[in-house]
């Protein structure tokens, strides 16, 4: 079992940045691929960025050039950061963990609660 909580949301202007955070606790950490998924209102959660339990990432393609995803082992968490934000980042983002470094939500056994982002003037 690994609990996930996230932080770190909030309000930021278009073109500002945004770090957030996911603490994770209970199982090993270190053995579970990590990941951020978004969810904005109306539409599916959708992918946006992961690190393998090795330290690889990989990205969706919306976040190539602008999001960056690390973790550090030695506090069990791992950080989303987000900048040139755009109001179509608006969104509750969740962390999740699995065993498996896929794209899609289904793969991920543990998720936090999310943290709403709101990219707004």
């Known amino acids: 079992q690994v609990q996930l909580v996230e932080s770190g949301g909030g309000l930021v202007q278009p073109g500002g940045s945004l770090r957030l955070s996911c603490a994770a606790s209970?199982?090993?950490?270190?053995?579970?691929?990590m990941a951020w998924f978004r969810q904005a209102p109306g539409k599916e959660r959708e992918f946006v960025v992961g690190?393998?339990?090795?330290?690889?990432?990989y990205y969706a393609d919306s976040a190539k050039g602008r999001f960056s995803i690390s973790r550090d082992y030695t506090k069990g968490t791992v950080y989303l950061q987000m900048d040139s934000l755009k109001a179509e980042d608006t969104a509750v983002y969740y962390c999740?963990?699995?065993?498996?470094?896929?794209?899609?939500?289904?793969?991920?056994?543990?998720w936090g609660q999310g943290t709403q982002v709101t990219v707004s003037s």
């Open positions: 209970g199982d090993t950490f270190s053995s579970y691929d």
């Open positions: 690190v393998t339990w090795s330290g690889s990432e």
């Open positions: 999740a963990a699995g065993t498996v470094a896929a794209k899609t939500p289904q793969e991920y056994d543990y």
